[in-house]
C-alpha cells in the first residue's frame, strides 16, 4: 500500500511539475498526448493510417489531435473507398512512426519514401511529385550549388532525416523547428537566412505570405512520394496496390493535388 501510494503522489508532482512548465491545462494535455497517441481500434473494414504530428497543410491539418485535412487525408480516403473500406487515422510523434509500422499497428503511412523510414515497407507506386529546394531569404544571395552555405545555419524540422544535404558532409548547422511553416515564418522574419523547404509547402504559403515571392530557391532533388505500408498489415499488399493504381488512373490523385495549389 505503501508503495502505491508513493507512486500516486510522485505522478501528481510530475504532472504538477510539467503544468507549472507549460503554463496551461491545454499545453500540458498536448504535450502528453504527443507521445500517447489516441488507439484506432482496427477491424476488418476499415485500413488504418498514421499521419506524423509535425506535418502541416498541405499535407495535413490537425484539430483536437485527429487529422481532419490536407492531402494525406484525402488521399488515404481515396485508397481506402477503393478497397471498400474506411480510412481510420493515427496521429503519431516521427518518432514512433517505425515501430507502429512494423508492429502493424497501422497498415500504411504516405508521402514518404524508403531512405526517411527505418522500417521495412511494401511501397507502392510513386503518388506525390514534389521538388526539395534549399530557400534563401530576402536579400540573402541565391546559392549557385549546395556547396556554398556549408557551415552555415540552415532551417530543417526537426527528426526529420535529410539525405539531400549529404553533399555537405554533416558541414551545416542544423536550426531545427517544428514544422516546414515555422521555418518559412522564420524566413520571412529574417531570423535565419536558409532552409530546406518543399515546394509543396513553399507554395501553399504563398497564399497568405506573398512576401515569399521575393525568396530565391535552390533545387536541390526532386522527389516522388510514395505510400509505404506494414509487412504485418492484414489487408494484402495485391489488393492495396491495384487500389492505388485505380486512384492513379482515375485522375484522383492529380485532382486532390490540384486543390492545394
Known sequence: MEAIMHGRIKSIFTLLAAWLTCGSITCLTNSYASDNPAEVVPDENSIVFAASNDSALPLAEFHGGQLTSGILKDLGDAIAAELHRKAKYVVVPRKRLDRMLTSGAVDGVCYYRPEWVAATLNWGPALIPNDILLVAGTGVPKPKMLEEVAGMHIGVVLGYKYPELDALHGNYQREEAPSMPSNIRKLIAGRMNYA??????????????????????????????????????????????????????????????????
Open 196 to 261: 530546406v523547404i518543399d515546394s509543396l509547402s513553399l507554395r501553399y504559403e504563398e497564399k497568405s505570405h506573398p512576401e515569399i515571392l521575393t525568396f530565391s530557391t535552390l533545387s536541390i532533388t526532386k522527389i516522388n512520394a510514395s505510400c509505404g505500408f506494414s509487412l504485418t498489415s492484414k489487408i494484402p499488399f495485391n489488393e492495396i496496390e491495384v487500389a492505388i493504381g485505380k486512384v492513379i488512373h482515375a485522375g484522383t490523385v492529380d485532382r486532390i493535388l490540384a486543390q492545394y495549389r
